[in-house]
């Protein structure tokens, strides 16, 4: 089973840079997107249709801000997917959705950003301590796979310029030591854990040619309950894709 996760920086403007091809070249089994940027009138207006896959949406009630989707091929049983953590504050963000595999739970998230005068931290310091909390208590029942763009660059290695982005939005202490509260509770990051030391990134400003000259971020991630790990074949980002500031990330099971 292959799964990928992808923030397309607007639903639209990826369909118009080339995401049908990319889904039908690829064959997910799922495909998770986050910051879909379409609430869901605009949606209905649209009428967006993709060949072969059932499509979940979870828009923002803003206009053009934040929100989740959830694409599952056709053919794939016993899968149902539920909007929302029950939360007003975060749901009305479109930020969460949960797909209930008969083997695994399957979290699709877009995790705030922290903004760069760092206005919204605390938000986003709140919203992973309940999306903690929230993934801990279905893992009681079955494995639990996280997705999405985290808005985090873990250690070091996973941004070009760690010394100068010190402090800033996706890099602080505060929120490297969420992450590291994350896996010490128990889930792994997939790439990391196939790749100790390897360098690739997931996202890129659309600044100064940030992308042409690889100065990314990883900031996407596949993190998983520790229980389900021997059952994934690989981790991956496919980093030559483009139609997005991010890169899609993946992962296949046995």
């Known amino acids: 089973m292959k799964i990928i996760s992808w923030n397309v920086n607007g639903v639209r403007a990826a369909i118009n840079k080339g995401f049908t091809s990319f889904l039908e070249a690829e064959q997910p089994d799922i495909i998770c997107l986050q910051e879909i940027k379409i609430d869901d009138n605009a949606r209905e207006k649209a009428n967006f249709s993709f060949s ?31 909007n929302g953590v029950g939360a007003d504050i975060y749901d009305d963000e479109g930020r969460v959705q949960t797909l209930e595999h008969p083997s695994f ?8 950003n922290s903004n760069d005068t760092l206005s919204r931290l605390p938000y986003k310091l709140e919203f992973d301590e309940f999306l903690l ?9 079955k494995p639990v796979i996280i997705t999405g763009d985290f808005n985090v660059a873990h250690e070091e290695i996973d941004l070009a310029r760690p010394k100068a982005n010190v402090g800033s939005a996706g890099f602080t202490a ?42 990314g971020w990883r900031i996407d991630y596949f993190v998983i309950s520790a229980k389900i790990r021997k059952k994934i074949k690989q981790a991956f980002i496919l980093d030559q894709v483009l139609g997005s500031d991010h890169a899609p990330i993946g992962i296949e099971l046995k």
């Open 133 to 141: 909390k929230y993934a801990k208590k279905l893992e009681k029942s």
């Open 174 to 215: 505060e929120e490297r030591a969420w992450f590291s509260k994350l896996l010490a509770s128990g889930f792994i990051d997939t790439f990391r854990s196939f790749f100790p030391e390897k360098v690739q990134y997931s996202w890129w400003s659309f600044r100064g040619g940030a992308r042409f000259r690889n100065v």
């Open 52 to 82: 072969g896959y059932q499509t979940f949406w979870h828009g923002a009630k803003r206009p053009g801000y934040s929100g989740t989707a959830v694409l599952v091929k056709a053919g794939l049983d016993k899968i149902a997917v539920s």
């Open 105 to 112: 739970y399957l979290i699709n998230v877009y995790f705030p």
